[in-house]
T-cell receptor
Framework: QKEVEQNSGPLSVPEGAIASLNCTYSDRGSQSFFWYRQYSGKSPELIMF????GDKEDGRFTAQLNKASQYVSLLIRDSQPSDSATYLC????????????FGKGTHLIIQP | EAGVAQSPRYKIIEKRQSVAFWCNPI?????LYWYQQILGQGPKLLIQ????????DSQLPKDRFSAERLKGVDSTLKIQPAKLEDSAVYLC??????????FGPGTRLTVT
C-alpha cells in the first residue's frame, strides 16, 4: 500500500518567516512529487512539482527532494497571511496509471 | 481556457438513495480522474480514464460506485446505494501531463 505521510498541524508561522512543510512516502519507486495548496472549501491547486533530487525554486517556493530518504519538503519564504491554507503532498509512482497518492495535508497558519 | 466543470456543487441525500455527479474536463484533455476527499484527508483516487477507457479503478468500491466516460469527453460518477461514509467532496481532474492535473470545484455530498 502506497502511503504519503504529513504532519497535519496546525503549523503556525509568523508573517515574513520561512514556513517548512515536510512529507515522507513509502513507495521507493515513486518518480514525481507534487505540492498542492488547498484553501478551505476550495479544490487543490498545483504549486510545484519535482522529480530530481535536490532543490527546485519558483518564486517564494522551494521544493526539496531526497529520494534516498524518501523525503520531500516545501519551503515558503517571506510567508504571507494569504499563504494560510492546507498544503497537500502528492506522489506519482510512474507507469500508465498516473493518478496521484495524496497525504492528509498540513494546515499552515501565517500569523500577521 | 475554461476550467474543469462539475455539477452539482452540493447534494444532500438520504442513505440508500442514489446520486450522480457530472464532470466536463478541459477541452482536449484526454485523461480524466475522479477523486474522493473526506473531510480532513487528502484526495483519494477512485478512477482514471484515458479517453473513454478505464486505466485504473483499483480503489473504486465497485459494489456501489460506477463511472463512465462516453465519447471520451464528459464523465459521470454514480453511487447506488449511498452510505453515510460516502459523505465527501468528489473532485474531478483532467490533464494532458501528469504534473499538470487541474481540479474542478468539486461536488460536496452529504448523506444523512
Amino acid at each position: 500500500q502506497k502511503e504519503v505521510e504529513q504532519n497535519s498541524g496546525p503549523l503556525s508561522v509568523p508573517e515574513g518567516a520561512i514556513a517548512s512543510l515536510n512529507c515522507t512516502y513509502s513507495d521507493r519507486g515513486s518518480q514525481s512529487f507534487f505540492w498542492y495548496r488547498q484553501y478551505s472549501g476550495k479544490s487543490p491547486e498545483l504549486i510545484m512539482f519535482i522529480y530530481s533530487n535536490g532543490d527546485k525554486e519558483d518564486g517564494r517556493f522551494t521544493a526539496q527532494l531526497n529520494k534516498a530518504s524518501q523525503y520531500v519538503s516545501l519551503l515558503i519564504r517571506d510567508s504571507q497571511p494569504s499563504d494560510s491554507a492546507t498544503y497537500l503532498c502528492a506522489v506519482h509512482s510512474g507507469g500508465g496509471a498516473d493518478g496521484l497518492t495524496f497525504g492528509k495535508g498540513t494546515h499552515l497558519i501565517i500569523q500577521p | 481556457e475554461a476550467g474543469v466543470a462539475q455539477s452539482p456543487r452540493y447534494k444532500i441525500i438520504e442513505k440508500r438513495q442514489s446520486v450522480a455527479f457530472w464532470c466536463n474536463p478541459i477541452s482536449g484533455h484526454a485523461t480524466l480522474y475522479w477523486y474522493q476527499q473526506i473531510l480532513g484527508q487528502g484526495p483519494k483516487l477512485l478512477i482514471q480514464f484515458q479517453n473513454n477507457g478505464v486505466v485504473d479503478d483499483s480503489q473504486l468500491p465497485k459494489d456501489r460506485f460506477s463511472a463512465e466516460r462516453l465519447k471520451g469527453v464528459d464523465s459521470t460518477l454514480k453511487i447506488q446505494p449511498a452510505k453515510l461514509e460516502d459523505s465527501a467532496v468528489y473532485l474531478c481532474a483532467s490533464t494532458t501531463k501528469v504534473y499538470e492535473q487541474y481540479f474542478g470545484p468539486g461536488t460536496r455530498l452529504t448523506v444523512t
